[in-house]
């Protein structure tokens, strides 16, 4: 513990944010960070506790608590504080193959976990690690490393999201010959077409990505396995597979009018932007427009934020945002206690510039879409919403969202971005490897491990536990990658945690 008095001497701080205003006129991020010194003062915050939830990744009330990864927080806060960049980047990358990508994306479950937060403001964990990390590749500790020994043992990954590229990168370090296949023009799965650029500006993908071409993966985009290459030939042409797919199946909206025209889904949509913004900074026009429309987006979730950030950005005319469930409380609830994941309100960056361009949230709480309406040429010109209240099932004892009666309202729409979440993954490639599903339309394993009932075949990932964080699919990553070492040597020494 560098500075015993940090979290009573230096207030938090974390990296400034562009005016609402000023940052929805382009696609960048918008985040001006800390500088060397001040990041210093912010990691000196870091109590060192005895017993450091931010780093437990346990689960409590059904939420998990700290970073499932096991980031060693406390250590690389000291490190930071004294100076030691290097070190401190090495303890890092010792639990997180892609600092660059959580530093970025993730919710920041340690922050929420965080002892000092429980008594003040949480350490600015994530900020920390985005400075070790960019000082990591300012300074050359995150070039290319090549393993030293090849064991001649032959992997295929099938997905580039964070679970396929933590497993492939975890493997090609052991000495594995790593082939990653990913569908997509690009490599980075949901990283790279379905997050926006303003949270993830694709570059910092291409760089790790070319960090890991240099140590040895190969990566074969374009292609989809079980379209354009056979399950077959895969299990004949490689030792082990292991499918990291995503699930990307998405929730659909079954109402009537279900098939007007101007009914997206969210993911289709962000691709759609991303790709042709990256492709022509928009200029080709492949990509569904908000511009000059009223926008409804389904869905309260980290998904729809961002479809509520890129429409304005667009250019709509109005953007509302429909959730299902309560507004959650601005603080704590009783039953909600730390260092449980805090249950409360949160507004993020999409809400935020709703609320500076219209002069209000865009949320609209306890409600749902009732009826699409459509125009004689068959284009959605309108919804009907119908509020929603909690009730017990009398069958199952569960408690459910229900319409209220006669709380109908119609309100303007042209263009209806379904962010509800997913359903799991997509059942041609489970179908083409022969894999068993789960109830919940995931990949099926044996208890305790990532190994499915076709030999050779591993899951991980969303495509495994279903829609989830990446700091989830990076763990998963790791592990399949140690069970499938295990398998193929005898024993590995590849580190999960």
Known sequence: MGKPTG?????????????????????????????????REQAARCMACGVPFCQSGMTLAGMTSGCPLHNLVPEWNDLVYTGNWEQAY???????????FTSRVCPALCEKACTCGHWGESVTVRDNEHGIIETA???????PKIPRVHTGKKVAVIGSGPSGLAAADQLNQRGHSVTVFERE??????????????????????????????????????????????????????????????????????AVGRDAKGIYFAVDYLTQTTKSLLNSNLKDGKYVSAKGKNVVIIGGGDTGNDCVGTAIRQGAKSVTQLE???????????????????????????????????GHDPRIYQTTVKEFHKDKNGNLNGITIVKLQSK?????????????PGSESKIAAELVLIAAGFLGTEKYVSDAFGVSMTQRTNVATKEGSYATNVKNVYAAGDTHRGQSLVVWAIREGREVAREVDESLMGYSYLSIQ
């Not at 400034?16 to 990041?39: A, D, G, M």
């Not at 090495?90 to 660059?100: A, G, S, V």
């Not at 601005?330 to 361009?357: C, F, H, M, S």
């Open 137 to 143: 590749y300012e300074k050359g500790y995150a070039a």
């Open 324 to 358: 299902m469930m309560p507004q959650p409380p601005v603080e704590r609830a009783a039953n909600n206690p730390w260092p449980e994941w805090p249950k409360v309100l949160k507004t993020d960056y999409g809400q935020e510039e709703a609320i500076a361009v219209f």
């Open 90 to 100: 090495n303890r890092l990358h010792k639990t997180n193959n892609f600092p660059e």
């Open 185 to 254: 023009d690009r490599v980075g799965g949901l990283l790279m077409y379905g997050i926006p650029n303003m949270k993830l500006e694709k570059h910092i993908i291409d760089r790790k990505i070319n960090v890991m071409k240099a140590e040895g993966v190969v990566f074969k985009t374009g292609v989809n396995v079980g379209v354009d290459v056979k399950a077959k030939d895969l299990l004949k042409d490689f030792d082990r597979v292991i499918l990291c797919c995503g699930a990307k199946n998405p929730r659909d909206i079954k």
């Open 7 to 39: 979290f009573l001497e230096y207030e938090r701080e974390t990296a400034k944010s562009v005016e609402p205003k000023e940052r929805i006129c382009n696609y960048n991020e918008f985040h001006t960070f800390l500088s060397e010194e001040e990041q």
């Open 392 to 404: 017990k099932d009398e069958a199952t004892g569960r408690m459910t969202m229900v319409e209220v």
